[in-house]
């Protein structure tokens, strides 16, 4: 058996980028019926397929012993009046919690549980939020200027159920509203 070993990895604070490793980027094309206002999406779509937000994944064993970790870049930006956010998750092993911490920029952590729970926390840097178990979750960029960057840390098996919010979402959206950030019921959400 191979013998454990430490090591360590920079995420830069200005940025949240890792030298000499590539995130995973979620670009506009890959964010199709995720926002509410489709005919903005295919406006923006025509004119340019951007990056919405990026994250690390670094290889490290799918094992219960294992964690995950690394940073998530989320850009400012909105789609109709939504911001940009990732697509968020549930936790394969459902019964898996997750830490974010932020390291720059303003968001919102917004969490769902499948009964209908929700819960969100508001992010600056600093701020660590605790998902508990069982809670899909999704980071929105509040900023119009700034990227939003959060390092987070999971169970390396939890693996990703992006299916079941591709094809539902979230009961909650975030959008602007006289320039300020409003939670309001997802109109498409259906049961
Ligand atoms: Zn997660």
């Not at 990732?86 to 920029?105: N, R």
């Not at 390396?156 to 979230?170: N, P």
Request: with cysteine; hydrophobic share 35%; charged share 25%.
């Amino acid at each position: 058996m191979k013998e454990n070993k430490s090591y360590s990895i920079k995420f830069s604070l200005e940025d949240g980028y890792s030298p000499n490793r590539t995130t995973k980027r979620r670009m506009l094309s890959n964010m199709k019926e995720m926002y509410l206002d489709n005919e903005a999406f295919e406006f923006m779509l025509e004119r340019s397929d951007i990056c919405i937000y990026e994250f690390y994944e670094l290889g490290i064993p799918e094992k219960s012993s294992e964690l995950a970790f690394g940073t998530t870049i989320i850009y400012p930006g909105k789609v109709g009046n939504e911001y940009f956010m990732t697509k968020g998750h549930f936790h394969e092993v459902l019964e898996t919690a997750e830490v974010y911490y932020c390291t720059k920029g303003h968001g919102f952590l917004l969490m769902e549980d499948p009964e209908g729970r929700t819960e969100i926390q508001e992010m600056t840097p600093g701020i660590s939020v605790y998902v508990p178990p069982n809670f899909a979750h999704r980071s929105i960029n509040i900023s119009n200027t700034e990227p939003f960057i959060m390092f987070f840390v999971f169970r390396a098996d939890a693996g990703h159920d992006y299916k079941t919010i591709e094809t539902k979402g979230f009961r909650k959206l975030v959008v602007e509203m006289n320039g300020k950030p409003e939670i309001i019921d997802n109109p498409k959400w259906e049961i």
